[in-house]
C-alpha cells in the first residue's frame, strides 16, 4: 500500500495536466500512486496520460464537476493520506518528502497544508494578508475565504469518513465548504515552506463563470448551521457570516432590479435571524 494517493481531477486541460504530473513524477519521495480523474474531456487527454503507462491509474467519466472527479478519485485510493493536486498546479521536487516528514513528525493532526508561491496572469504575485496560509484552530478565518488551497492539502482519509466528501451540489467553492466542515474540530498544520507553485488567470477557472461566489459560500455556511455539532462561540460567529453574506448578495440582486433573487435572500435573512435553519432552503441559492 503507497504512503500517499495523489488525487488529480482534470477537465480539457492537457498540457497544463502534463506538467502537473511532471512535478509529481519528479517528486524525492516514491512511495506513492497517482490517480487522474479525467471528467469528460474531449482534447485527447487520454492519449496524453497513456504515454506514463502504468505510473498513472486512469480514470475518465462524463462531465460531472471537479467535486465528483475528486470523490471518484478518493474512493478508488488505497493509500492512508490523500493529498490533492488540481491539474494547473505544480508541485516543487520536495513537496510530498515534506508532507511525510510532517506526518511522521504530527501523527495526531489530520490535516496540513504547505506555503506557495502565486503567479497570476504569468506574472509571480505577493498573496495579501489576508490570504497568508495559517496553522492550529481556523474556523473563523475560514468563514471569510477558503483558507486552504487544495493543491498544497494532505489529508488522512480517515477525515472523508467522518466530515463527508466534496459537496457534488456546487458547482464552485467546492473546497470552502469542505474545509468548513473540517476546520471546526481539526487543529490545521501548516508546512512553512513554499512547495507547490499555484497558476491563476486563466479563463477555464471557476471563478470566470460565477460571478456570485458568495452564493456558494452561503449555502455552505446554512449547511453547516444546519448541524448539532457546532459548538456555542463558533455557532455565533457562522450566524452573523452568513447574515453579512445574505445581506450583500440581497444588495447585489436589487442594484440589479433583480426582484425575485432580492425576495429569495430577504427570506433568508428572516429564517437566519430567528435561527430557523431547517426551513432555509440552500438549494435555492445554487439557482441565483
Same mark, same amino acid.
Given at each position: 500500500?503507497?504512503?500517499?494517493?495523489?488525487?488529480?481531477?482534470?477537465?480539457?486541460?492537457?498540457?497544463?495536466?502534463?506538467?502537473?504530473?511532471?512535478?509529481?513524477?519528479?517528486?524525492?519521495?516514491?512511495?506513492?500512486?497517482?490517480?487522474?480523474?479525467?471528467?469528460?474531456?474531449?482534447?485527447?487527454?487520454?492519449?496524453?496520460?497513456?504515454?506514463?503507462?502504468?505510473?498513472?491509474?486512469?480514470?475518465?467519466?462524463?462531465?460531472?464537476?471537479?467535486?465528483?472527479?475528486?470523490?471518484?478519485?478518493?474512493?478508488?485510493?488505497?493509500?492512508?493520506?490523500?493529498?490533492?493536486?488540481?491539474?494547473?498546479?505544480?508541485?516543487?521536487?520536495?513537496?510530498?518528502?515534506?508532507?511525510?516528514?510532517?506526518?511522521?513528525?504530527?501523527?495526531?493532526?489530520?490535516?496540513?497544508?504547505?506555503?506557495?508561491?502565486?503567479?497570476?496572469?504569468?506574472?509571480?504575485?505577493?498573496?495579501?494578508?489576508?490570504?497568508?496560509?495559517?496553522?492550529?484552530?481556523?474556523?473563523?478565518?475560514?468563514?471569510?475565504?477558503?483558507?486552504?488551497?487544495?493543491?498544497?492539502?494532505?489529508?488522512?482519509?480517515?477525515?472523508?469518513?467522518?466530515?463527508?466528501?466534496?459537496?457534488?451540489?456546487?458547482?464552485?467553492?467546492?473546497?470552502?465548504?469542505?474545509?468548513?466542515?473540517?476546520?471546526?474540530?481539526?487543529?490545521?498544520?501548516?508546512?512553512?515552506?513554499?512547495?507547490?507553485?499555484?497558476?491563476?488567470?486563466?479563463?477555464?477557472?471557476?471563478?470566470?463563470?460565477?460571478? +456570485?461566489?458568495?452564493?456558494?459560500? =452561503?449555502?455552505? /455556511? *446554512?449547511?453547516? &448551521?444546519?448541524? $448539532?455539532?457546532? !459548538?456555542?462561540?463558533?455557532?455565533?460567529?457562522?450566524?452573523?457570516?452568513?447574515?453579512?453574506?445574505?445581506?450583500?448578495?440581497?444588495?447585489?440582486?436589487?442594484?440589479?432590479?433583480? +426582484?425575485?433573487?432580492?425576495?429569495? =435572500?430577504?427570506? /433568508? *435573512?428572516?429564517? &437566519?435571524?430567528? $435561527?430557523?435553519? !431547517?426551513?432555509?432552503?440552500?438549494?435555492?441559492?445554487?439557482?441565483?
Amino acid at each position: 500500500m503507497p504512503f500517499f494517493s495523489v488525487i488529480i481531477p482534470s477537465f480539457n486541460r492537457r498540457e497544463m495536466l502534463k506538467s502537473a504530473l511532471d512535478s509529481v513524477s519528479h517528486q524525492s519521495f516514491r512511495d506513492y500512486e497517482v490517480i487522474v480523474v479525467d471528467d469528460g474531456s474531449d482534447d485527447s487527454t487520454d492519449e496524453m496520460v497513456a504515454e506514463y503507462g502504468k505510473n498513472i491509474k486512469y480514470l475518465k467519466q462524463e462531465n460531472s464537476g471537479v467535486s465528483s472527479a475528486r470523490n471518484r478519485g478518493i474512493r478508488k485510493s488505497m493509500s492512508p493520506y490523500i493529498a490533492l493536486l488540481d491539474s494547473d498546479d505544480l508541485w516543487h521536487k520536495e513537496k510530498l518528502m515534506r508532507d511525510a516528514e510532517f506526518i511522521k513528525k504530527n501523527p495526531g493532526i489530520k490535516i496540513h497544508q504547505c506555503e506557495d508561491i502565486w503567479i497570476r496572469a504569468g506574472k509571480r504575485v505577493n498573496p495579501g494578508r489576508k490570504h497568508l496560509k495559517k496553522e492550529g484552530w481556523i474556523f473563523p478565518e475560514s468563514l471569510s475565504l477558503c483558507m486552504i488551497s487544495p493543491s498544497s492539502a494532505v489529508l488522512s482519509r480517515e477525515l472523508f469518513d467522518k466530515y463527508g466528501f466534496f459537496d457534488e451540489n456546487l458547482h464552485a467553492c467546492e473546497d470552502y465548504d469542505l474545509w468548513l466542515r473540517i476546520t471546526p474540530f481539526e487543529y490545521i498544520g501548516l508546512i512553512k515552506e513554499k512547495l507547490i507553485t499555484r497558476f491563476s488567470g486563466h479563463n477555464d477557472q471557476l471563478s470566470f463563470h460565477y460571478k +456570485v461566489m458568495d452564493k456558494f459560500r =452561503l449555502y455552505s /455556511i *446554512i449547511e453547516l &448551521l444546519k448541524k $448539532e455539532s457546532l !459548538k456555542k462561540e463558533y455557532k455565533e460567529i457562522a450566524l452573523a457570516a452568513a447574515i453579512e453574506k445574505a445581506c450583500i448578495i440581497k444588495t447585489g440582486a436589487l442594484k440589479r432590479n433583480n +426582484v425575485i433573487i432580492s425576495e429569495t =435572500l430577504e427570506q /433568508i *435573512i428572516i429564517s &437566519l435571524h430567528v $435561527e430557523d435553519y !431547517k426551513r432555509i432552503n440552500s438549494r435555492s441559492l445554487l439557482e441565483i
